[in-house]
């Protein structure tokens, strides 16, 4: 499986930015699909992610409510909508799969590049 992020950029505190990722190569072994970040100096942590089949988004509760993931079956890719964006949101975005029932904050199991997101204050 290969994952290709796309979407980041510049935005404004407040502002909103949308990411993309696109699987192509064994995606019917896809089972949940999202991103995890990397702040400058910090340690890479988890964002959220969505299960492939049922649709059904988990985030990290640093994220929650500002953050929405959603996937397209048809296109395989999985979205990730950022809103209310803090200077803190500032980070390279990474895009993750996960082939078994851990899920990607457990055991993720194939790695996109990473999205620079960067938020101004």
């Known amino acids: 499986v290969q994952l290709q992020a796309s979407g980041g950029g510049l935005v404004q505190a407040g502002g909103s930015l949308s990411l993309s990722c696109a699987a192509s190569?064994?995606?019917?072994?896809?089972?949940?699909m999202g991103w995890f970040r990397q702040a400058p100096g910090k340690e890479r942590e988890f964002v959220g992610a969505?299960?492939?089949?049922?649709?059904?988004?988990y985030y990290a509760d640093s994220v929650k409510g500002r953050l929405t993931i959603s996937r397209d079956n048809a296109k395989n890719t999985a979205n990730l909508q950022m809103n209310s964006l803090k200077p803190e949101d500032t980070a390279v975005y990474y895009c993750a799969a996960a082939r078994t029932d851990w899920g990607v904050r457990a055991r993720p199991d194939y790695w996109g590049q990473g999205t620079l997101v960067t938020v101004s204050s």
């Open positions: 190569g064994r995606t019917f072994s896809i089972k949940h």
């Open positions: 969505i299960t492939w089949s049922g649709g059904v988004a």
